[in-house]
């Protein structure tokens, strides 16, 4: 099964994290065991929302469901490719890009080299402020909000939790 049809057929956030961490083993040779990846929401702020970020400390990237309901509401064909996106950018940033401009470029080079130039993951990478118009991206000041309740997504580290039963 190539990448598209794989995104196009995730039935978890699981299924597309499996799907980022192998393009970017194949694409930049890096990967990083033992992360986490959570769903919480983040709320929103007066410019627009935070639709993820890394927690270096936490080893863990936390997703915002408010954007993730709101897609599957008004656009759900746009839901796998979105997540997609985000995770594949704070997947970037837990293999130790933190430069943002880096880490942007760095996730249009890997989504244009698999999905070509004219693929919806593509353009999300390129200007993902068409499709999300209120998209913040976290800067290097940006606090969580420190009462979060994180539901941690299962079977996301699944190359190394084989032998747990």
């Known amino acids: 099964m190539n990448h598209e049809e794989g995104i196009k057929k995730a039935k978890t956030i699981a299924d597309i994290f499996e799907i980022v961490k192998e393009m970017v083993r194949e694409y930049v040779g890096a990967e990083q065991a033992g992360l986490m990846v959570g769903v919480s929401d983040l709320g929103t702020f007066p410019k627009g929302f935070v639709g993820a970020f890394y927690s270096l400390e936490a080893n863990t990237i936390i997703i915002n469901k408010k ?55 593509t353009n999300l990478s390129a200007n993902i402020e068409k499709f999300m118009s209120n998209l913040a991206y976290p800067t290097a000041d940006f606090q969580p909000p420190t009462d979060m309740n994180i539901e941690f997504v299962k079977g996301i580290d699944r190359k190394n939790t084989n032998y747990i039963n």
């Not at 759900?76 to 890009?97: D, K, Q, R, T, W």
């Open 67 to 121: 954007p993730l309901a709101r897609i599957l509401q008004t656009n759900p064909s746009l839901y796998n490719y979105y997540l997609f996106h985000v995770m594949l950018h704070e997947y970037i940033h837990a293999i130790g890009s933190f430069d943002e401009p880096q880490t942007r470029q760095l996730v249009h080079e890997i989504s244009s080299h698999y999905f070509g130039d004219n693929h919806t993951i």
